[in-house]
């Protein structure tokens, strides 16, 4: 099986000149720019990342996937698992760069052989989601585009868990700080690549230990 610099060496051309000419700054940029909504007593920023809106410029996925390529420890990883919707425009990327394929994990059930039903609760909403083609002993690598309250993806985690599939690594594109985290409170530790918090109305880089 190639490696996982084997498996982007063919790319490694657009990771070079985007490197060098968008100085990869363009998601620090966008979340600034970003308008923040409130829904009840949650404040909630709207990002072509974790909304479809804005329209999303070639230029921000590029560094997103360039980021998590080089943060995620990619070893014999045989399956990437993200929820739908927004976590599929990330993860489908990750997929071509990398040549790993890519299980989505969806909010419709197609009762097929094995699948897995997954009772997820954000701090907005409550749902069930269904994974598919994940099996004992897969080793996957989870992504997702925002980690806010963490009731996707802790409830993801666990589901993997129970498959018992191994999860390799999980990246997270933006974390929102502040608040009750379910994702810390279960004691999973996903990397992400930038920290934000919304003070008055507006979008504050944190950057605990998020931006690489």
Known sequence: MPSPLERIRPYQHIFDRATSTEGMDQLRKSLLEAPV??????????HP????????????????????VRKADLTDVDKIVAPEAMGIHISTAVSLM?????????????????????????????????????????????????LSTGGTLTALLDALDTIGAEVVDTVVVIKKVGGVNKVEESGYEPKTLINVDVIDGEVV????????
Not at 37 to 46: I, L, N, P
Not at 54 to 67: K, Q, S, Y
Not at 205 to 212: A, H, N, Q
């Open 37 to 46: 909504v409130q829904k009840g007593d949650y404040h909630y920023f709207v």
């Open 49 to 68: 990342i974790s909304d479809g809106v804005p329209m999303l410029r070639p230029e921000l996925l590029r560094e997103i996937v360039i980021r998590i």
């Open 98 to 146: 990398t040549d790993i394929p890519l299980v989505v994990v969806r909010k419709r059930d197609y009762g097929l052989a094995d699948e897995v039903e997954i009772s997820k609760q954000t701090g907005y909403s409550e749902s069930e989601m269904y994974i598919n083609d994940v099996r004992e002993g897969d080793r996957v690598l989870v992504l997702d585009d925002v």
């Open 205 to 212: 880089i944190v950057d605990e230990d998020g931006d690489d």
